[in-house]
């Protein structure tokens, strides 16, 4: 079963707006990590935020976490058509039995040039 | 090698074939995951080791799903009597450290399976 649902499910804008993809999941974590995936390839690691921390930021990645909401935000300032990909936020359950992460549906996005 | 490797990239198999889908993690990571990816969806879950040894198996859908790691590098994800509902992508990935959450994971590219 999957902890998150990503919203909003796609996402369209023009190069140089910001994009703005929201997550949110059910129990408790430890920490919670934001990866993307082009067509067909598999998922690249953007960044980790951990359960006590608010906000993390990296390059043009600003990240926020409000665990008594259970979610998550990822905004990609300045977008550029290379940040074309779905996007998955994924968490680790806190007392989960081996770590795994367990991942969103993701948020598909798309920029146009 | 310098990521995580997966072979084949491709495969279609027939319904009740046998298929093994190969992962060579990058070398010295400690934990090795397995997951599937269906079309249009997040990753899922299917089993975790710890070096060789296999610490969760609770994600693999069926006993047709056997994964192995027996020199603590190379798995192997074997599926007996494919089925048209095991087609999806299935994704491999490594981090240098007990579990995932703690630490960036590496994935491979993937394999995608198609049963006819």
């Known amino acids: 079963s999957q902890q998150g649902e990503e919203d909003p499910q796609a996402l369209s804008i023009q190069e140089g707006e910001n994009a703005t993809m929201n997550c949110s999941y059910k129990?408790?974590?430890?920490?919670l990590q934001w990866y993307r995936q082009n067509s067909g390839r598999g998922l690249v690691h953007l960044i980790l935020?951990?359960?006590?921390?608010r906000e993390k930021h990296s390059g043009r990645l600003r990240v926020t976490l409000d665990t008594s909401k259970k979610s998550s935000s990822l905004l990609i300032t300045a977008s550029r058509a290379a940040d074309t990909a779905s996007y998955f936020c994924?968490?680790?359950?806190?007392?989960?039995?081996?770590?795994?992460?367990?991942f969103g549906k993701g948020t598909k996005l798309s920029v146009k040039p | 090698g310098a990521g995580v490797s997966q072979s084949p990239r491709y495969k279609v198999a027939k319904r009740g074939q046998d298929v093994a889908l190969r992962c060579d993690p990058i070398?010295?990571?400690?934990?090795l995951f397995w997951y599937q990816q269906a079309l249009g969806q997040g990753p899922e879950f299917l089993t975790y080791?710890?070096?060789?040894?296999?610490?969760?198996k609770s994600g693999l859908p069926s006993d047709r799903f056997f994964a192995e790691r027996p020199e603590g590098s190379v798995s192997t994800l074997k599926i007996q009597r494919t089925q048209q509902e095991d087609s999806a992508v299935y994704l491999c990935?490594?981090?240098?450290?007990?579990?995932?959450?703690?630490?960036?994971?590496?994935f491979g590219q993937g394999t995608r399976l198609t049963v006819v």
């Open positions: 990935a490594s981090s240098p450290l007990a579990g995932q959450g703690n630490t960036e994971a590496f």
């Open positions: 129990t408790s974590i430890n920490n």
């Open positions: 935020i951990r359960s006590n921390e």
């Open positions: 994924a968490t680790d359950e806190y007392g989960g039995s081996q770590g795994n992460l367990i």
């Open positions: 070398s010295g990571h400690v934990s």
């Open positions: 080791f710890q070096n060789e040894a296999q610490l969760d």
